[in-house]
């Protein structure tokens, strides 16, 4: 079943923003990091962000910093990634994670959602 819900994904011209949202059903993921992963057919997954649990540190691919922010409320969800500044190379579908502590390879991580597509139009 579902374990965590993306939201906030669409189409949106360059230079553009969105927010992205993601939150666990039906469990907890108490004391988890999120990380917001992205995908384009025919590569790897890539991690974008990543928040500690309790929002005090966090991580960001070279490509998103200074334009994309991930937050989170003091140990709490929902996980907010906004995204301003967009680009058509930020198309990709989004996913959100938890159990993958601080590690950069998706495979590590144990819990996802469900993807959200983000489309940049130039």
């Known amino acids: 079943q579902v374990q965590l819900v993306e939201s906030g994904g669409g189409l949106v011209q360059a230079g553009g923003s969105l927010r992205l949202s993601c939150a666990p059903s039906g469990r907890s993921f108490s004391g988890y990091a999120m990380a917001w992963f992205r995908q384009v057919p025919g590569k790897e997954r890539e991690l974008v962000a990543r928040?500690?649990?309790?929002?005090?540190?966090?991580y960001y691919a070279d490509s998103v910093k200074g334009r994309f922010t991930i937050s989170r409320d003091s140990a709490k969800y929902p996980v907010y990634l906004q995204m301003n500044s967009l680009r058509p190379e930020d198309t990709a579908v989004y996913y959100c994670a938890v159990g993958g502590g601080i590690s950069l390879n998706w495979r590590i991580w144990s819990h996802w959602g469900q993807g959200t597509q983000v489309t940049v139009s130039s």
């Open positions: 928040v500690s649990w309790s929002g005090n540190s966090t």
